[in-house]
Nanobody
Framework: VQLVESGGGLVQRGGSLRLSCAASALALNFYAIGWFRQAPGKEREGVACISSSTRTTHYSDSVKGRFTISRDNAKNTVYLQMNSLKPEDTAVYYC????????????????????WGPGTLVTVSS
């Protein structure tokens, strides 16, 4: 299983970015996908999760209302649309899966996931 994130970059406060998570040798539509982030010196935290067929979504309180997770099964890609970005959103963003079909109650905990991408850096300037 190989996940790859893309779409990171430098953006000003209040700006937007869309991150993508693609996979090789894995049909993402069958699995729940989580987005995480890790800022320098901080723990990796769950940001959002989307289940497979129901497309149920979950968000951390810190991004709720600003970030949207979605999936395009035809493109085998999961997205994280990030709006109204703040400097505190600066982090390396990762997508991950544990090959479950739905987001578990513990979706925001990193130990629940077995497969990770290498991450993409998002920097929000003030």
């Amino acid at each position: 299983v190989q996940l790859v994130e893309s779409g990171g970059g430098l953006v000003q406060r209040g700006g937007s970015l869309r991150l993508s998570c693609a996979a090789s040798a894995l049909a993402l539509n069958f699995y729940a996908i989580g987005w995480f982030r890790q800022a320098p010196g901080k723990e990796r935290e769950g940001v959002a999760c989307i289940s497979s067929s129901t497309r149920t979504t979950h968000y951390s309180d810190s991004v709720k209302g600003r970030f949207t997770i979605s999936r395009d099964n035809a493109k085998n890609t999961v997205y994280l649309q990030m709006n109204s970005l703040k400097p505190e959103d600066t982090a390396v963003y990762y997508c991950a899966t544990d090959l479950a079909s739905r987001c578990l109650g513990t979706w925001s905990l990193r130990y629940e996931y077995n497969y990770w991408g290498p991450g993409t850096l998002v920097t929000v300037s003030s």
